[in-house]
């Protein structure tokens, strides 16, 4: 329970994988409809992660699940602005797999 509780930064250990989760799954589900790696997708994101989804955890009253799921968007969006400016697109993740893990 103590490592769940550790801190990344600002957040708990057990919230930067939620943000992370949201990352890779919002990023997934708007490809089709805004796009990826480039600057208006990434514009379209930001907008997104910074106003409709607060917005919408205030109305419903789950402002932190809102907050995590705006903050995964949110760092979806900046590195869709990072990569359409070339800095970062040249570099590729690579692959791994269960044979890699220590």
């Known amino acids: 329970m103590k490592l769940i509780k550790a801190k990344v930064g600002e ?4 919230d930067s ?3 992370g989760f949201s990352k890779s799954i919002s990023e997934v589900l708007m490809i089709p409809v ?3 790696g480039t600057f208006y997708s990434g514009l379209i994101k930001g907008s997104i ?5 607060p917005y919408l955890g205030k109305i419903t009253g789950y402002t932190k699940a809102s907050n995590i799921i705006a903050t995964g968007v949110g760092i979806d969006a900046v590195e869709d602005v990072i990569r359409s ?5 040249a570099v590729s993740g690579g692959q791994s797999s269960s044979s890699n893990l220590i």
């Open 17 to 19: 994988f939620a943000i």
């Open 85 to 89: 400016t070339g800095l970062i697109g």
């Open 34 to 36: 805004v796009g990826n």
């Open 49 to 53: 992660g910074a106003f409709i989804i």
């Open 11 to 14: 957040f708990g250990l057990g």
